[in-house]
């Protein structure tokens, strides 16, 4: 089935600081999602985005399909982006997820 | 934003018993999905249902699970005789059409003592 490799694994920000996690896949996908998970466990939907870019206040996110990649920048972060941000590529019907990054942002 | 809503959000059972999980899903929509995420690792995929079918399942959806869709509305999970391995967050999932945007519930954890 296809891959779905995200980096970092973790990552530690000082509130204020921007960032950016990236989402590698290894085939064509007709749809990819960036979820946040919240400490009390829920998928928030952040970004569908199979192609192209779309901004969502100080989160926004890139995917370039040819080159199976996507990105998600994070600005300005705040204490309440702590949380495991997984992107996920739809093939053939269902979400295939990756590992996830855990981000923690300090005061 | 529409909302896929699920119950019970936590249950605790012993092994062996049987557990059902019922999700309500948005109300135009005709593709829903069972996930599950054990503790610290990420979401795997159980199930796809369309059309009042099994459409595709994955190695872990054996055969004590079984999904129905017994009124038209909730989209149930059943595990028949529950192990500790079954400990998880379980997700329900729907969307409109292939292709498009999948809504996810805000999870049931169930805990198998």
């Known amino acids: 089935g296809i891959q779905v490799e995200q980096s970092p694994p973790d990552l530690i920000l000082q509130e204020g600081a921007n960032s950016t996690l990236r989402c590698n896949f290894s085939?064509?996908?007709?749809?990819l999602q960036w979820f946040h998970q919240n400490p009390w466990g829920q998928l928030i939907n952040l970004f569908y985005?199979?192609?192209g870019t779309k901004q969502n206040g100080r989160l926004s996110a890139t995917t370039v399909a040819t080159e199976r990649y996507s990105l998600l920048y994070i600005s300005s972060s705040q204490t309440t982006d702590s949380g495991v941000y997984f992107c996920?590529?739809?093939?053939?019907?269902?979400?295939?997820f990756g590992a996830g990054t855990q981000v923690v942002v300090t005061p | 934003e529409p909302e896929v809503t699920q119950t019970p959000s936590h249950q605790v059972t012993q092994m062996g018993q049987e557990v059902i999980l019922r999700c309500v899903p948005i109300?135009?929509?005709?593709?829903f999905y069972w996930y599950r995420q054990i503790l610290g690792q990420k979401v795997e995929f159980l199930v796809s249902?369309?059309?009042?079918?099994?459409?595709?399942k994955s190695e872990i959806f054996d055969d004590q699970f079984s999904v129905e869709r017994p009124d038209g509305s909730n989209f149930t999970l059943k595990i028949r005789s529950t192990k500790l391995e079954d400990s998880a967050m379980y997700f329900c999932?729907?969307?409109?059409?292939?292709?498009?945007?999948?809504?996810f519930g805000e999870g049931s954890w169930l805990t198998v003592v």
């Open positions: 999932a729907t969307r409109t059409g292939s292709g498009n945007t999948i809504y």
């Open positions: 085939d064509s996908v007709n749809n």
């Open positions: 985005i199979p192609s």
């Open positions: 996920a590529v739809d093939s053939w019907g269902k979400l295939q």
């Open positions: 109300s135009n929509h005709l593709y």
């Open positions: 249902f369309y059309n009042n079918e099994i459409s595709e």
